[in-house]
Nanobody, 127 residues
Framework: QVQLVESGGGLVQAGDSLRLSCAAS????????MAWFRQAPGKEREFVAA????????AYADSVKGRFTISRDNAKKMVYLQMNSLQREDTALYYC????????????????????WGPGTQVTVSS
């Protein structure tokens, strides 16, 4: 199983940028599809972005497309989420997730597919 720890969250103003990082441990990292999800107070956890095992393919929620970019470094066992033009609606607890059963091109967008999760990092955007 992969262990995950997120970092990089904080309090920013609307229009600012943040880069979230997710550090993974476990020998299966390069075989995992990785994703970011988020959960705002009183709302269900929602998909943000996913990246395939090699990093060659990515998928995004419509609400973040064009503003957020997911990337990974398999040698460092790291996943990143670059968030630009942040909006108040982006305020949430952001989670990193891993799917160790993924095939090479998998880009799962449902939380049930992912079996490993980090504790989350808080992102708060003020206007």
């Amino acid at each position: 199983q992969v262990q995950l720890v997120e970092s990089g969250g904080g309090l920013v103003q609307a229009g600012d940028s943040l880069r979230l990082s997710c550090a993974a441990s476990g020998w299966t990292f390069s075989r995992c599809a990785m994703a970011w999800f988020r959960q705002a107070p009183g709302k269900e956890r929602e998909f943000v972005a996913a990246i395939s095992r090699s990093g060659g393919n990515a998928a995004y929620a419509d609400s973040v497309k064009g503003r957020f970019t997911i990337s990974r470094d398999n040698a460092k066992k790291m996943v990143y989420l670059q968030m630009n033009s942040l909006q108040r609606e982006d305020t949430a607890l952001y989670y990193c997730a891993a799917d160790a059963q993924a095939i090479i091109t998998s880009l799962p967008t449902t939380s049930q597919t992912y079996e490993s999760w980090g504790p989350g990092t808080q992102v708060t955007v003020s206007s």
